[in-house]
């Protein structure tokens, strides 16, 4: 079975900068696009940002600029460096992964807790 292992996530002051892990087993790592989701309290599971198998990356445009998706295929981990923190950030952060030609994010790790105090 697809397994996610997410790390990372704590409590950091505004203007703060974390780095958040995902270690993914049980698929072709390489093959898959691999994403970053976050949910905050009373909110939508909204996206964050990707990042292919050929390298492509993407971001929603509020953390342009501030945060980083990038991967490890020789670790099968997938990183999201997120720098300029801001309260609105506050979210639990989940790893997910894109089959190949697929459409969805079919596999979700089980998230980690990232909180940004004023």
């Known amino acids: 079975q697809v397994q996610f292992v997410e790390t990372g996530g704590e409590l950091v002051q505004a203007g703060g900068s974390l780095r958040l892990s995902c270690a993914a087993s049980g698929l072709i790592f390489s093959l898959h696009t691999m994403g970053w989701f976050r949910q905050a309290p009373g909110k939508e599971r909204e996206f964050v940002a990707s990042i292919g198998w050929n390298g492509g990356t993407l971001y929603v445009d509020s953390v342009k600029d501030r945060f980083t998706i990038s991967r490890d295929n020789a670790k099968n981990t997938v990183y999201l460096r997120m720098n300029s923190l801001k309260p609105e950030d506050t979210a639990v952060y989940y790893c997910?992964?894109?089959?190949?030609?697929?459409?969805?994010?079919?596999?979700w790790g089980q998230g980690t807790q990232v909180t940004v105090s004023s």
């Open positions: 997910a992964a894109r089959r190949p030609s697929g459409q969805d994010y079919m596999y």
